[in-house]
């Protein structure tokens, strides 16, 4: 198989202050191969893909593309010069620009650009892709699935040997998802090798032909797809045997307190500016409920009206049994509602801000900006959650944007657990973070649940809604179209549901 590698990294090592973040990496790939890069959030994933790229240069180790010996890289161009392209999952085109502007950008090296060229050799490397996207077309008018193929076309088109896909489908629907793997497997059959970086474990098994496993900045090993089952691949990335995740819940038990059938929120009616039609809805105390549906159906909607954070048109809420007025965030925050957004860098982190400072954000707007805490009293807050949620960080002082994803999340949620919440709304709480730090938000829910809080959870993954869930509030087409506990918690009876059938 040697002949046939085009990409071979050996001894990878890079620290940075405090931290190893690759320990004698090696990683090959293979032309014509799709070869997912596997590990939890702060593995190495991102440094190792850093490296291979040019943005970080290596403490030792060796590049070799092709078995042409050893290669320097010390910046993105010298990749991109070498055939490797990436392709981030944030798209990093300019959406005021046609298709084939983006696709051609930077290339003309200052001479006078041949549109009518330039849009021929665009349509004609989208056809060959088979994209449904035209050369002339905005880029803006462009569904996110097909802004990402337009990126892969670029790399694809820049004599690509190696492509890095980064959480490529992060954002895209089942469709979606279906559409850019036809594109991958086009690819591999035309000889390109692809690096897939991914927290989906369903998406690797259906696309992929080998896994390498990273962990603590260490390599764990390679495997081909055939060999390595899902729960191998899951210990193996958490470092510890697990048979499954199922029995997440059996660990948490469930709240015994005399108010156990109190409903701590209750909403009738309620709608907003969101589109959703008109929805009844309530929680108990220590229960964990659930928004599920497909993409677009409208759950996030549900919470965001419930939380005030979309303007809210009609129904009516009532706490413990009593009318409030919720119209805005803060009225909520101070009913003792808090909400984890779906977005966590558009809504949730404040990026060049301190984790500590992102921690105490929503404590000091309830008390007033006014009344600012003490140092000692935010350090202290802070090292507290560190310590609870178990939040990988240098120190309080670090910027919150230098973290992992997962890491991220732990902040945020850190942020409104500060707040000692009777109501915690978790929209997408485990989206795109590594599978460790997901049972740890899993465990953490039930565990707060059994305290007395009363928490509703939304995921994409409807097995990780089973399991934290106690009851289910079904949506289609943005309306409430049924509710599911006990026996009737399955996946069948939730896409039976979804799908209307009687």
């Known amino acids: 198989m040697e002949d046939n590698r085009v990409l071979e990294m050996r001894g990878i090592v890079k620290t940075f202050p405090g931290v190893k973040a690759l320990q004698n990496v090696d990683f090959s790939l293979n032309k014509g191969e799709i070869h997912a890069l596997m590990g939890e959030n702060g593995a190495g994933k991102s ?13 030792a180790g060796t590049i070799t593309l092709e078995g042409k010996g050893e290669v320097a890289i010390h910046s993105p161009q010298d990749a991109q010069k070498n055939g490797i392209s990436t392709v981030y999952q944030e798209i990093t085109l300019c959406p005021n620009l046609t298709v084939a502007e983006n696709m051609f950008i930077g290339r003309g090296e200052g001479k006078i650009t041949n549109w009518k060229k330039m849009n021929e050799e665009a349509d004609k490397l989208l056809q060959s892709l088979e994209i449904p996207a035209k050369a002339k077309q905005q880029l803006s008018n462009c569904s996110i699935a097909v802004q990402q193929m337009v990126a892969i076309a670029r790399a694809v088109d820049m004599d690509c040997k190696v492509l890095i896909l980064d959480e490529p489908t992060s954002s895209l629907d089942e469709q979606e998802v279906e559409k850019l793997f036809g594109l991958m497997r086009d690819l591999k059959a035309r000889g390109v090798g692809i690096i897939f970086v991914t927290h989906f474990l369903d998406q690797v ?8 496993v990273l962990r603590d900045g260490q390599l764990v090993g390679e495997y081909e797809i055939k060999d390595l089952p899902r729960v191998q691949l899951v210990a193996k990335m958490l470092g510890k045997e697990m048979d499954d995740l199922s029995d997440i819940k059996g ?4 709240y015994e307190g005399a108010d156990a059938d109190e409903r701590v929120f209750e909403a009738s009616e309620l709608q907003s500016n969101a589109g959703i039609k008109p929805f009844d809805f309530y929680i108990k105390k220590g229960e964990v409920n659930g928004f599920t549906g497909l993409l677009g ?4 909607e549900c919470v965001r009206a419930i939380f005030g954070a979309d ?5 009516t809420v009532k706490m413990h049994g009593k009318e409030v007025k919720i119209g805005k965030p803060l009225d909520a925050m101070k009913h003792g509602i808090a909400y984890l957004p779906e977005d966590r860098k558009g809504d949730g982190i404040i990026g060049d801000l301190s984790v500590k400072e992102n921690i105490i954000l929503a404590l000091q707007v309830l008390t007033g900006f006014f009344k600012p805490f003490s140092k000692a009293q935010v350090n202290a807050f802070a090292e507290e959650y560190i310590k609870k949620l178990n939040i990988k960080t240098a120190s309080v002082d670090t910027p919150i944007k230098s973290l992992s994803g997962g890491n991220q999340q732990k902040v945020i949620l850190a942020r ?4 000692h919440p009777e109501y915690l709304i978790l929209d997408e709480p485990t989206r795109g973070i590594d599978v460790g730090t997901k049972v740890d938000i899993q465990k953490l829910v039930l565990e707060l649940a059994k305290e007395g809080m009363s928490v509703t959870f939304i995921s994409s993954e409807t097995d990780e ?6 009851r289910l509030v079904v949506m289609r087409d943005r309306k409430v179209v049924g509710e599911l506990s006990g026996g009737d918690l399955t996946q069948n009876k939730i896409m039976s549901t979804i799908a209307g059938d009687k």
């Open 47 to 59: 440094t190792l893909i850093k490296v291979l790229t040019g943005v970080y240069s290596k403490d």
């Open 205 to 212: 098994y259906e696309v992929c032909d080998k896994i390498t």
């Open 251 to 254: 660990e948490g038990g469930s």
């Open 297 to 300: 159906s409208g759950r996030s």
């Open 311 to 315: 303007r809210v048109l009609n129904g």
């Open 416 to 419: 409104w657990l500060l707040m």
């Open 465 to 470: 809604m089973l399991r934290t869930c106690s």
